[in-house]
């Protein structure tokens, strides 16, 4: 058995944030009735020319921009001829020689380790529609909805540094947190705005040489690339054991069973016959251009940490964990106009949010159950004393199962923290006098033994008491007795 | 006015509906009525639209007296079927594109139409702007007026055609290697190829996108530029229309031209040009010395690599431009096809025309693989070469004359199983659209079986006024553009 490195890159596409799309004024907007968004333009029909929507590019340039890309002086728009039913015009226009950006990187986290992964190019495309396969047995027809043809695509070519699973997930999240921090795409994946296609292969440990890459399209979630990694990992590693060797080819990945497999034919296309769009013009991007998309980035997430470190005094690694995502950064912030107190949010943002966002690498802050005010409302409770932080868990178990307001779940089940002592001394007189060999062992000097009689009492206030207040009576009740 | 309307000018018929004279509708009858009378023989038209025409000419003869005032305003004029009509069947003279209506008009159909134009219909051409005789439409030949057993010249050869038969005092037409210059050569009218970008190529169905060109058909060159004025204009449609201003192209006219330096081009008087082709140009030339013009021999060197630099750029561009003509969403689809590939590959096997899909394959193969930079590329690198001569020639020279064509028109069927000799009936005319500038084809002469022999001006880019100018000059002083065939 020798070892072998995986070596992962990855294509990305995302769809960038424009009201119009990239060639003609159609809109943009996301489930429209089929074929509702379209004009002669993006219906590619005889006659009719593309012009670049700006707003389009210069999202483009903000994201080389933050890639660290050189941008290039001149660029220049291709066709990529192939044919299929959703590219009306049977040929896509992308660019190949004269790339917006090349030549960056984007560094991000593994553990406590800073990688780099570096950026081979950054362009602007146009997306296909959609062909719609009716479910009926026997249609022998397919639809063809074009509404999202001509919509600005942004695809991302890395190089291929990334070496497991683990580094391809952590590299997925920083390319989609810096892609929602820069606001060029709300990086929705069900919808299919964000969408990573892989190439791995495997070389032999120590290796310099690359082995021969698959590429993978149809990855739909970051769960699935994770699960095809491990499924490639495993197929192109049986296949070197075996003696036999890896094909250069376009995969699909297959949900169902868990695998690639190879793509017919027919679904390949050969050779895309790239060449210079005569119906566009050379843009020239210059310094001043650059400068003015520069200077105009949004907040990105390390200035972002070094705010929330000054601003509300957050430790850095509080900072860092609450900064990483932009939503949740957001939810942060939202929460803390609800309730000021930074410390105690931040905490349970990081312990419960993120906890739920980490469950799976697919879910979206957007369908996360709890409200920012409400979840601000319920650390008041517990800054306020109305309710203990244990309370506080049931609570928040209720607001996830989806009762509502803290408030109201406080209120309909009882649960509001007993402060006043006069209700609380009859009990613990109580407990004291029934345990008296626990008094003893106090009055020993075991101090650890008073929690039992905590314990007890909380039990019996059903968790509504202060244990620290609870502590305090059961200390002062014991001294009495002396 | 003689023969009126038939061979009156735009700008006669201009001066009749401004005085009151006829109007309009009586204007636009009596040409369809020689259309009518006369088309079933030539073939020029495709498409008569005398519903639409007559509902234009009666709204402008409303606004005429509404008090409505534009140079265009009920003159009936012709287009090509390459350009989109709203609402019109435009077909490229292709079967592929049969029933297809546009929802939209060409930016410079627009521009006319807003002017107050009248159109008559859809001229015949080449299907696809491919071809030099019009013999390649799907639909019919066009027959040449002055000798109907030759062919009008290509692609326009119905715009041409139309002008010399006296259809329409002008037409509109596009020039792609020559398609606007040498019909207008071979049927006696002038012909006008704008600057690349000085007319919106929106709504012109492409065929080689860097190198078409909407431009005039007339019998004047005044009628020419008063279609210019109409059509020029930056347009935000078209990304490679020119941010470059227009003027009013009738200002020129009537300038002399003492001392205009006229270059020939040593590369465009060459063996196998017909005899009385050169001995007409030389005379042209002659006359415009007597004028005062100044004549410099000069080289374009990289001249003869044109046609070859051509057949690889335009096909290349063409096979892209052409691949959406695929049956799955408007126009021919093939019946009874079983699956998606078959569906493709039929309807554009009989969709296409023979002359078309070979350009689309030569096109398809430079663009491949592994030919790409030994074509392609090198097709680009000589095309700056030949952009590059042009340039250096404006340095010494103010225009340039050449012949039209080396040869007038041959007779329908001659050159059909010859696509090389087809192709080098444009030999004079193509580099003009490699370079992008401008170039204008106007009647020198008949031989004497009475064809008519073209001469071309060529101009720097975005001097049509300089061109127009020196056409002007020179057809004042003969009256070639007053003969007109005789149609049986």
């Known amino acids: ?482 | 006015m003689t023969d009126a309307p038939a061979y009156a000018t735009l700008k006669e018929l201009q001066r009749s509906l401004e005085a009151g004279e006829c109007s309009s509708r009586e204007l636009t009858q009596a040409l369809l009525d020689r259309i009518e009378a006369l088309d079933g023989k030539l073939g020029a038209f495709l498409r008569v639209t005398p519903d639409e025409a007559l509902q234009q000419a009666d709204a402008a003869d409303a606004a005429r007296r509404q008090g409505r005032r534009s140079p265009l305003l009920g003159i009936p004029l012709g287009l090509k079927d390459i350009l989109c009509t709203r609402g019109v069947a435009t077909t490229c003279a292709s079967r592929i594109l049969r029933d297809f209506i546009p929802p939209y008009d060409a930016t410079a159909v627009a521009r006319l139409r807003q002017a107050g134009a009248v159109f008559l219909g859809k001229l015949n051409m080449d299907e696809f702007a491919m071809g030099s005789s019009c013999e390649f439409s799907a639909w019919q030949p066009t027959r040449n007026p002055w000798d109907p057993t030759r062919i009008p010249g290509g692609s326009s050869g119905g715009s041409a055609a139309a002008v010399a038969a006296g259809f329409c005092p002008a037409t509109l037409g596009t020039d792609t290697g020559g398609s606007i210059r040498q019909p207008a050569a071979l049927c006696g009218v002038v012909g006008l190829k704008p600057t690349y970008g000085r007319v919106s190529r929106y709504g012109l169905i492409a065929f080689a996108s860097s190198l078409d060109q909407i431009g005039p058909f007339a019998r004047t060159v005044e009628d020419c530029a008063l279609l210019l004025n109409a059509i020029a204009a930056q347009d935000p449609l078209d990304s490679t229309s020119a941010p470059v201003a227009t003027s009013d192209y009738t200002e020129c006219l009537g300038r002399e031209i003492r001392g205009l330096r006229v270059g020939l081009p040593r590369e465009y008087f060459i063996d196998g040009m017909e005899p009385a082709v050169e001995a007409a140009v030389r005379r042209a030339v002659a006359d415009l010395a007597a004028q005062g013009a100044e004549i410099v021999e000069i080289s374009l060197p990289h001249t003869e690599y044109a046609v070859a630099v051509y057949y690889i750029c335009a096909t290349a561009e063409a096979s892209s431009n052409l691949a959406r003509y695929d049956g799955a969403h408007y126009g021919y689809r093939a019946a009874g096809t079983r699956n998606i590939i078959e569906m493709y590959s039929r309807s554009r096997t009989e969709g296409f025309g023979e002359e078309v899909k070979r350009r689309i394959m030569l096109g398809t193969y430079v663009l491949s693989a592994g030919f790409y930079d030994a074509y392609y590329s090198k097709a680009l690198k000589v095309r700056t070469l030949i952009t590059r001569d042009f340039a250096e020639a404006f340095r010494q020279v103010d225009v340039i004359a050449t012949p039209t064509t080396p040869g007038v028109a041959f007779r329908i069927g001659e050159k059909l199983d010859d696509p090389l000799q087809m192709y080098l009936s444009d030999i004079f005319t193509i580099s003009a659209n490699l370079a992008g500038i401008p170039g204008l084809s106007l009647p020198c002469g008949f031989t004497a079986e009475g064809l008519p022999i073209g001469l071309q001006l060529l101009a720097p880019a975005f001097e049509e006024a300089r061109l127009l100018q020196v056409a002007h000059a020179y057809e004042q002083s003969h009256d070639w553009w007053r003969r007109r065939p005789e149609l049986a």
């Open chain 1, 1 to 482: 058995m020798t070892a072998f490195e995986t070596v992962i890159g990855f294509e990305i596409h995302t769809e960038l944030l424009t009201r119009s799309k990239v060639w003609c004024g159609c809109s943009t907007q996301f489930g429209q009735p089929p074929n509702t968004q379209v004009c002669p333009i993006c219906l590619g029909l005889p006659g009719s020319l593309p012009v670049l929507n700006r707003r389009a590019l210069e999202l483009a340039l903000r994201a080389c921009v933050a890639l660290n890309c050189r941008i290039a002086p001149v660029i220049q728009f291709e066709r990529k001829n192939y044919y299929y039913p959703d590219l009306p015009k049977n040929y896509q226009i992308s660019q190949l020689r004269k790339n917006l950006g090349e030549a960056g990187w984007l560094e991000f986290q593994v553990g406590d380790e800073t990688r780099r992964v570096r950026i081979n190019n950054v362009h602007l495309e146009e997306d296909a529609g959609k062909n719609i396969h009716p479910e009926t047995p026997g249609a022998d027809y397919s639809l063809v909805d074009l509404n999202r043809a001509g919509t600005p695509l942004l695809e991302i070519v890395t190089e291929p540094d990334l070496r497991s699973a683990a580094e391809a997930a952590a590299f997925m999240n920083a390319m989609k947190s810096l892609l929602e921090y820069l606001e060029v795409s709300d990086c929705n994946m069900h919808e299919g705005r964000l969408r990573f296609e892989l190439n791995i292969s495997q070389r032999r440990a120590g290796e310099e040489r690359l082995g021969t890459k698959v590429e993978v399209k149809n990855l739909n979630s970051m769960k699935t690339v994770l699960r095809c990694i491990d499924a490639e990992e495993d197929r192109q590693r049986d296949l070197l054991e075996s003696g036999e060797s890896v094909i250069q080819e376009t995969r699909l990945w297959d949900e169902p069973s868990g695998r690639t497999r190879a793509m017919r034919s027919k679904e390949v296309a050969h050779d895309y016959r790239y060449f210079p769009d005569p119906d566009l013009v050379e843009i020239h991007v210059d310094e001043a251009w650059v400068g003015r998309v520069r200077a105009e980035l949004p907040e990105l997430p390390d200035a972002r940490r070094r705010r929330f470190v000054e601003q509300y005094g957050l430790t850095d690694y509080s900072a860092g964990v609450l900064t990483a995502r932009k939503p949740v950064a957001e939810y942060f912030e939202s929460a803390l106009r609800s309730h000021a107190n930074p410390v105690g949010i931040g905490n349970w943002v990081i312990n419960e949010v993120l906890r739920w966002l980490g469950e799976d690498p697919d879910r979206e802050l957007a369908d996360y159950p709890v409200a920012a005010h409400d979840l601000a409302v319920l650390v008041r409770m517990i800054d306020e004393a109305t309710i203990s932080g244990k309370i506080a868990k049931e609570v928040y178990k209720a607001m996830m199962a989806g009762e509502g307001a803290p408030e109201a779940i406080v209120k309909a089940h009882g649960l509001v923290q007993i402060t006043d002592t006069s209700e609380i001394e009859p009990i613990v007189a109580r407990v004291v006098a029934e345990n008296p060999d626990t008094v003893a062992k106090i009055r020993a000097g075991k101090d650890k033994a008073i929690m039992a009689l905590v314990g007890q009492v909380m039990k019996e206030t059903r968790g509504k008491a202060n244990p620290q207040t609870v502590n305090e009576l059961i200390r002062s009740r014991i001294d009495e007795m002396v």
